[in-house]
C-alpha cells in the first residue's frame, strides 16, 4: 500500500453509526490517509502491510482521535465589547434600559461598523485561533452586525478572507435580518424589502454566503417577513437556516422545516408539532447552551421530544458579544451535558456528524470513514466522555487537517 501517513497505537471514535457501539469506536485501531482523504480505517490488526520506511507513521500512544469538531453557530466577526453592559445587569439594570441608551446589539453594530476590515480580520482570527487549538477544523461565521449593504458586506468578504488564511474552514451566513438597525426603526417592512432586493444580490454577486438566516422572533422578524427573505435565498439556490423559538413559539421552525431549512436554531419554545416538522424534513435542531447559561435562561429545549423524534441535535457556541462571549466548543460539549441533560456521546455527535449536516457539509467531514475527508484529532483522554466531563486543561494533542498536521 503507497500511503501518506499512517496513525496507529489510536482508539477511533468514528462517529459512524454504522458500527454498533457508542461513539462508533474502534479500540487500538489505525488510519490511513492519502491525498487528504482517509484511504482505510479499522482495528490495527486489519491494517494492510505497506513500507513503514517509505511512510511517515504517526503513533497515539493510546489516545482516541475524533472527527475534527465543528462550530455550527457562531457570530465570530464583530469590534468591540459589551462588558459594560454585563456589568451593568447584574447591578440590576434592565435589557430594555440598557437598549433605550443605546446599549445591546446596536452597541456592536456602531463598533462594527467603525471597525475597518483589517481590525476585524485580526480580532476574527484571534477568536479562530483559540477554537483551532480546541480541535476545531469547521466553523460557520455569520454576518449580522452591519446592518447595512456596505458593512454587511465587509463582514462577510472578512470571514471569506480568514477561511483563505487559516486551516480552520469557514462557513458563511449572511444574516442581514438579525435585526432592526437605526435607519429602519419606524418601517420593519422597508428594511426587509432592502435585505431582499439590495443586500442579497450584492451578497450573491460576490460569492460571500454560503447559507442566508433570519432571526425569527418577536423582537425581530415576523413569519412573513421571514418567509419572504428565505424563499428569495432559495431562488438564488442559498441554503437555508433560521434563528427560532429562542423567547416565543411563532412557528419559525415549522416553516423552515417545510422550506427544507438545513437547521432550526436556539429552539427553546419549540414545541411537539414544531419537532415532528423537523423530524419530516430532516432539519437539524442546534442547541446553544452558552446562550442559555449567559442569559440565565430557564425554558430548556425539547431535548426528550427531540430524542423521541429523532431529530439530529446539533451543539454549538453561539460565540457573540451579547449573549454568548464564549469562545470554545469544549466548553459548549460540557454545558451541552450539564444544563440540557444530553449524553458526552449526543453532545460529541452535536459538533462532529450532526454539526456537519447543519452546514450540508455531511459527506465531508464530522465521520471518520473511508473516503471522508482527513479531518481528525489526537486527544490525550481515556475515554470520549472526558471531552464532555472536564474543562480548562485543553486535551487536544495534534489536529489533522485535509491529510495535514496544522496543530501539535
Known sequence: MCWDQVWIEVNIATMDNTIDNHYGAITDGAIAVKDGKIAWIGPRADLPQFDPLDTPVYRGYGGWITPGLIDAH???????????????????????????????????????????????FELGRRRLNALAKEGVTTVEIKSGYGLCLEDELKMLRVAREL???????VKTTFLGAHALPPEFKDDCQAYVNCVVEQMLPAVINE??????DVFCENIAFNLEQTEQILTAAKE????????????????GSTLAAKMGALSVDHIEYLNETGVQALAQSGTCAT???????????????????????????????DFNPG??????????????????????????????????????ISDQV??????????????????????????GVNPCKEVVKTGKLVHQ
Not at 438564488?236 to 412557528?251: D, F, P, R, T, V
Not at 470513514?369 to 472526558?386: H, R, V
Request: charged share 15%; glycine share 8%; net charge neutral.
Open 74 to 120: 457562531t457570530h465570530l466577526i464583530f469590534a468591540g465589547s459589551r462588558a459594560n453592559e454585563f456589568e451593568q445587569r447584574l447591578n440590576g439594570v434592565s435589557y430594555q434600559e440598557i437598549a433605550a441608551a443605546g446599549g445591546g446589539i446596536i452597541n456592536t453594530v456602531n463598533a462594527t461598523r467603525a471597525a475597518t476590515a483589517g481590525e476585524l
Open 163 to 169: 477561511g483563505k488564511h487559516h486551516h480552520v474552514d
Open 207 to 212: 460569492n460571500l454566503a454560503d447559507a442566508v
Open 236 to 251: 438564488a439556490g442559498l441554503a437555508i437556516k433560521l434563528h427560532a423559538e429562542q423567547l416565543s413559539n411563532m412557528g
Open 287 to 317: 442547541l446553544l447552551p452558552g446562550a442559555f447559561y449567559f442569559l440565565r435562561e430557564t425554558k430548556m429545549p425539547p431535548i426528550e421530544l427531540l430524542r423521541q423524534y429523532k431529530v439530529p441535535m446539533v451543539l454549538a457556541s
Open 323 to 360: 449573549s454568548s462571549p464564549l469562545c470554545s466548543t469544549l466548553l459548549m460539549l460540557n454545558l451541552g451535558c450539564t444544563l440540557f441533560r444530553l449524553t458526552p456521546a449526543e453532545a460529541l455527535q452535536g459538533v462532529t456528524v450532526n454539526a456537519a449536516k447543519a452546514l450540508g
Open 366 to 391: 464530522g465521520v471518520l470513514k473511508t473516503g471522508m475527508n482527513a479531518d481528525f484529532c489526537l486527544w490525550q483522554i481515556e475515554s470520549p466522555a472526558e471531552l464532555a466531563y472536564s474543562y
